[in-house]
């Protein structure tokens, strides 16, 4: 992991707290990104709740739609692509390698997220 | 369509076919679903009519053609906001049904499906059958291209079209052009239509005289209403800047499940309703979405769109109605907005 990987950690996670308690998330929390154990993010009023979160190499992450409307989870360097989700419908991705992914919702595209894997 | 909505779209065809100014300049129509008035702008002077004063004229009269469009069927929804959206949709087509002019034909502006699975589409097919009128035209929505690239959407609605569903007619001097703008989305933007279709509208549309009047419809909106519902479409410029020369241009879109319109120089913007459940208004609410309203209140927020042409005055008259038009009164009457555009 670079320097720079470590700064934006480092700032990350209030705002992700910040964004936690907005969202009035209880399962995942600060402790559980920076010890890179598997990690939750919820689809809810058309955005990913956290909007990034951090893993470790080998970390499963698993987004479940909240949404009335439909939702997808799609990287946009076509790492992985998910199956239109309904409704409390999921999906999990295990990141094998290092690196931020970056995606989105291919059905509403304004919704994006990203993962970074240390 | 009742005698009374006849009545109005006459009285509108009217005003504008009489007053000898430039319509274009003064009439300008704005009201949301369901409030029951209708708004029409004469010499400047906003004007709500009750649809009651307006009965008795009539119907059809001045009309050379007209068709209907519907928008975001989404069958295979079932939340809260709408658990019976068949229903709803069989409502929207007996409304058709019982126009005293049989519509030369219906554009869906898509969302046919939520899930964009078999079954849904075997069902939209089945209740459409019903409509009076035989010719549907239909672009995709998002709802509509879930799976395998929107495969199964082609295959059943899109014979004789072109990339991921677009096409053109002509009807009575009228020339119709559907566009997708669902496909192919990229992050962080909004709808889309691509730089081939772009190409190939700008092909359609040349060599077409000046005078015809033009009909673009897409699923989302061809204007910017709300970039951060991604309520927009990112190229729409371009394709405008393809029709800005013709002389009465209407744009149809739905996605938004709710009234909007816009009058831009020649160019007529317009959004129609849902058949399935209403959306918040921009910016009312936390996000876009399927939006509860009391179950006595929803087919008041639910409707179709008819459009009336006239050739001899070359205009279009855009009628919109909720599927359960409250009671006329003095104050309120079963239309949600009249819209006329253009000469």
């Known amino acids: 992991m670079t320097r720079q990987n470590v700064c934006f950690v480092s700032l990350a996670a209030p705002v992700m707290i910040a964004v936690l308690l ?84 291919s059905v509403h595209p304004k919704m994006t997220g990203s993962v970074v894997v240390q | 369509m009742t005698d009374e909505k006849h009545g109005l779209i006459d009285q509108n065809l009217q005003d504008l076919n009489d007053d000898g100014i430039d319509r274009r300049g003064f009439l300008k129509c704005m009201a949301w679903a369901g409030t029951g008035l209708v708004w029409t702008m004469s010499g400047g002077i906003p004007v709500s009519r009750a649809f ?100 199964q959407y082609l295959q059943r609605y899109g014979k004789g079209t072109k990339g991921a569903g677009w096409s053109s007619f002509d009807h009575k001097g009228v020339h119709f052009v559907g566009l997708v703008n669902v496909a192919n989305l990229k992050a962080g933007g909004m709808g889309s239509l691509g730089h081939e279709q772009l190409e190939w509208l700008e092909d359609d549309l040349q060599g077409r005289s000046a005078s015809t009047p033009i009909v673009l419809y897409a699923h989302i909106p061809l204007w910017n209403i709300y970039p951060d519902w991604g309520w ?57 979405g399927p939006m509860k309203v009391p179950a006595e209140q929803l087919q008041r927020v639910l409707g179709i769109t008819d459009v009336h042409y006239v050739v001899s005055g070359r205009s279009l008259a855009i009628v919109d109605s909720p599927l359960s038009a409250p009671e006329p009164s003095e104050n309120g009457g079963g239309l949600a907005v009249v819209e006329s555009t253009l000469r």
């Open chain 1, 22 to 105: 907005l969202a009035g998330s209880t399962r995942v929390t600060a402790s559980d990104q920076s010890s890179g154990a598997n990690a939750d993010v919820k689809i809810d009023n058309f955005s990913f709740g956290p909007q990034t979160v951090t893993v470790h190499v080998g970390a499963t992450v698993t987004w479940t739609n909240r949404d009335d409307i439909p939702h997808t989870v799609v990287s946009t360097d076509g790492v992985f692509k998910s199956k239109v989700r309904d409704t409390d419908e999921t999906f999990s991705y295990t990141f094998t390698k290092a690196g931020t992914y970056a995606y989105f919702c």
């Open chain 2, 52 to 151: 009651a004063k307006t009965a008795n004229r009539s119907a059809g009269k001045g009309t050379d053609f007209m068709f209907v469009q519907i928008s975001d069927s989404h069958i295979g929804f079932n939340k809260p906001a709408n658990p019976d959206v068949s229903t709803t949709l069989q409502t929207a087509i007996n409304k058709i049904n019982a126009m005293p002019q049989t519509p030369a034909f219906i554009i869906h502006t898509g969302d046919l499906s939520q899930l964009s699975k078999p079954s849904e589409f075997d069902t939209l097919d089945q209740l459409l059958k019903g409509a009076s009128a035989k010719q549907i035209y239909f672009v995709p929505g998002e709802h509509d291209m879930l799976t395998d690239n929107g495969e």
């Open chain 2, 232 to 288: 927009g479409t990112d190229d729409s410029e371009q394709a405008l800047s393809y029709v800005k020369r013709f002389g009465s241009v209407t744009v149809l879109n739905g996605h938004i499940h709710q009234i909007m319109q816009k009058i831009e120089g020649k160019v007529s913007f317009h959004t129609a309703m849902s058949t399935a459940f209403p959306q918040p208004a921009p910016g009312a609410a936390p996000s876009a």
